[in-house]
């Protein structure tokens, strides 16, 4: 990847918390300054509340930022010797905007079901000012690089791209934003990316809007083996969408796109319909990642029952294959409408036909 020079510039520590401030110099004399935060090992901002009557064994979420729970978007991988979980954050309480100052946290996990917060990434650059979120994770060649999404433009959101060694300190793409979407067809507005190998190239996988900035779908881009991710190295394949709502209960929105191979076939794990409308999750399968089938007319997985703790939706999944070959569906919830958010898991069984829960 093309990297920034970087240098460390001071280290502290505040109630518990090391800041660590980091200069990224840029080719052009400018720089780049960039916020992390490092959690002390007590820290219990961000736990499971599944002691929470009803709740399933794993209920996560952070109470850092607004002191109630909130934590949405969830992304697992697998490195360096534990389960890394990237999920969003809002903005400080007090912020003066709710879309202000959104950032992505981070959790580790080593049974997938008990997690501790040991980290942020914070915005940083001008295109970041107003917030980032909606992670995606990849690990190629012992190195973790992160997609997502500029947040609090409306239809000028991107995708942007980091790397890192460890999952918690990152170096952005110099040439970030890395991708928007092109033609009539779109507003040019790009989150809520997933990224993929397959074969020879890496798709990109993007939430867009119409032109009217009504209708949510997905487009992909692709860009070849041994690529930096950077911007040229991105072509957009379709001038179309490639999976749109067309079912009652997904009404307008499609997003939160994840995907996993089982067999010949590419799967999509996505979440049909606006937050709390209800949001629900839904699957989609390719041969080739580009033209999709959709499963059913209806929902792979609901939302909860009047009472549980996901009435509200599941929503914005995330599908894990773990290194025993179980696959795990991390998914959002809450039943306040969106006053809080949690993060779960279900696992996933397969069939011949495809993906099915045992309820």
Known sequence: MKQNASLLRSTFFVNALLYMKIDLLLTKATSLCVLFILLGAGDV???????????????????????????????VVWFRGRYLMYYSIPGPGGSPSPIANWAI???????????????????????????????????????????????????????????????????RDETNPIFRPKGEWTSGRAIDAEIFKMDDKFLLYYATRDPSMKIQMYGVAAAPAGTDFSRSEW?????????KPEYPWEETCIEGASLIKQ???????????????????????SKDGIVWEKLSNKPFL???DPGSWNYSESGHPCIFRDRDNRTWLFYQGNNDNGNTWYISKVEVFWSENGPYLIH
């Open 302 to 304: 609901e939302n909860g």
């Open 105 to 171: 946290g981070i959790a580790e996990s080593h049974d997938l079901t008990n997690w501790q917060k040991i980290g942020e990434v914070l915005p940083g650059g001008e295109w970041e000012k107003n917030g980032l979120a909606a992670p995606s994770a990849i690990v190629i060649d012992n190195l973790l690089h992160l997609f997502y999404q500029s947040y609090g433009n409306w239809n000028q959101d991107a995708i942007c791209h980091a790397c890192s060694e460890d999952g918690i300190h990152f170096i």
């Open 235 to 243: 072509k957009q394949l379709t001038d179309y969408p490639i999976v």
């Open 45 to 75: 901002t961000a736990q499971n509340f599944n002691t929470i009557p009803g709740a399933p064994e794993m209920l996560f979420s952070d109470t850092s930022r607004l002191g109630r729970p909130f934590a949405k978007d969830p992304q």
């Open 263 to 285: 067999g010949d076939w590419l799967y999509m794990f996505y979440a049909g319909a606006y937050n709390n409308r209800p949001q629900q999750i839904g699957v989609a399968r």
